[in-house]
């Protein structure tokens, strides 16, 4: 090949390289996430993406491959037959490594097209066409430094087409309508060409406190295309928007967003988010029973006094129990942990530390109008403490589930005694179940005007 029609195959390569880089920095390029997909998608394992990621760590094909263009030049120029040579050793891992992306891509496009979501929602095809131009640079590099031609290679040929192909989609998918609502206007009445949902999708979409530039400057037609794309997906999982599948078709901020939006769209989603609220639902109240059954199947209290009230309850927590009647101060409980204290109050405000880690705790609540007789045995901790009650209105919660009021005669000074053991561990701790009770305390509370604490 002569050395003028090399330089000009140098040109071209330089010039695509340049065009690349610049894209990337204007372009709004994604990638997707590594899912599996509908109907066995080959985006379905980190293999498809380890060729690509290999080259991410080679400074020679940063920056669009503007570097690897450079540097192959002057090996040309300058090292004869060996740097012929290097310039191949550039080029080739370029075109296998991106050449096999592609080819696994338009496999999954032939085969499944909802696959195309996976491979990076809206853009797919301009992520494909970045690899495209990978391709050809990398051929005229090769071709650049071939001795005899007389015509171009069938890759060559091939993947020029193949550029075309994708730059002329891209283009056409990027054409068209891009109707951006105004806040104050959603979601009212729709615009011209709009049914209301789609409407009501739009202002989903792109209406956000938060700047999802992809989602604003995406053809309306392409949008609710993907909506719809989403919600067929949804589909065939029986509405379930949170199925991997869909998820994995809507993965970063601008996917969720648009996943949120199409429920506007897709009544059978808005049927599965009822049905998944609903399971969750029954899956916390068979979760619940089963932890109030596991306390009830302990040793239960026998008052020996008559309560007022008495109330039993699950608590659940990892660093103790703030509870409070007026607004809270977070400072109690911390002050708690540091001096290794199970108790403390302050007007309006108690505090308990568990005696185990990750406490799963069977909690009775009584109140008395009189002193009740004290109690020690089978408790590892009975404290008893003075509480002044701002609101009349003492209850003890882990934020979740709370016992009722245990003062008796409104705002005033009373008396907190608490009891607390520990469970053996080996009737609460297993990895493979639900965590069983590892605490059982009984808290007792009537009037007294005495701040001293009391250990038993």
Not at 294 to 300: D, E, G, H, K, V
Request: glycine letters at 10%.
């Amino acid at each position: 090949m002569s050395r003028r029609s090399s330089l000009r195959l140098w040109a071209g390569a330089l010039g695509l390289a340049l065009a690349r880089w610049v894209w990337q920095m204007v372009g709004e390029s994604r990638s997707g996430y590594v899912v599996l997909g509908p109907g066995g998608c080959l985006r379905s394992g980190g293999w498809i993406d380890l060729p690509l990621y290999v080259k991410t760590f080679v400074p020679l094909y940063w920056y669009g491959m503007l570097p690897a263009v450079l540097v192959g030049f002057l090996l040309w120029w300058k090292a004869g037959r060996a740097g012929r040579v290097l310039v191949r050793v550039i080029a080739v891992p370029v075109v296998l490594a991106s050449g096999w992306r592609l080819g696994v891509f338009a496999l999954d496009a032939l085969i499944e097209p909802d696959c195309l979501p996976f491979w990076g929602g809206p853009y797919a095809w301009p992520n494909q066409g970045h690899r495209v131009v990978e391709v050809v640079v990398a051929s005229l590099m090769l071709l650049a430094v071939r001795l005899r031609s007389r015509r171009l290679p069938r890759p060559v040929v091939a993947a020029g087409v193949l550029l075309v192909v994708v730059l002329v989609t891209e283009a056409d998918a990027a054409s068209g309508r891009v109707t951006v609502p105004d806040a104050d206007a959603c979601p009212g009445a729709p615009a011209a060409g709009f049914s209301a949902a789609e409407w009501r999708f739009l202002c989903d979409a792109r209406v956000s406190d938060w700047h999802h530039a992809g989602v604003e400057t995406m053809p309306d037609a392409r949008l609710l295309a993907y909506g719809r794309g989403l919600c067929e997906l949804a589909t065939r999982h029986g509405g379930d928007a949170t199925a991997k599948a869909v998820k994995g078709a809507a993965k970063g901020e601008e996917g969720r967003k648009i996943l949120g939006a199409t429920r506007q769209i897709c009544p059978v989603m808005v049927r599965g988010d009822e049905a998944n609220i609903e399971k969750h639902r029954l899956e916390q109240e068979n979760w619940l029973a089963g932890r109030r059954a596991a306390c009830a199947s302990l040793p239960q209290h026998k008052p020996r006094a008559r309560p007022v009230r008495q109330a039993k309850e699950y608590f659940s927590t990892e660093w103790g129990i703030d509870t409070y009647e007026d607004e809270p101060s977070g400072e109690l409980a911390a002050d708690l942990l540091k001096t290794g204290m199970v108790i403390a109050a302050t007007p309006g405000n108690v505090a308990i530390s568990p005696v185990t880690e990750m406490s799963v705790i069977c909690v009775t609540g009584e109140s008395y109008r009189q002193r009740p007789p004290v109690e020690k045995k089978g408790w590892d901790v009975v404290v008893e403490i003075g509480y002044t009650s701002t609101l009349g209105d003492l209850r003890f919660t882990d934020t979740n589930r709370e016992l009722p009021d245990l003062t008796v005669g409104g705002p005033g000074n009373y008396r907190i005694r608490l009891h607390m053991r520990a469970l053996p561990e080996e009737e609460y701790y297993d990895e493979t179940k639900d965590p069983a009770p590892s605490e059982q305390w009984l808290i007792m509370v009537y009037p007294g005007d005495s701040k001293k604490t009391v250990r038993y």
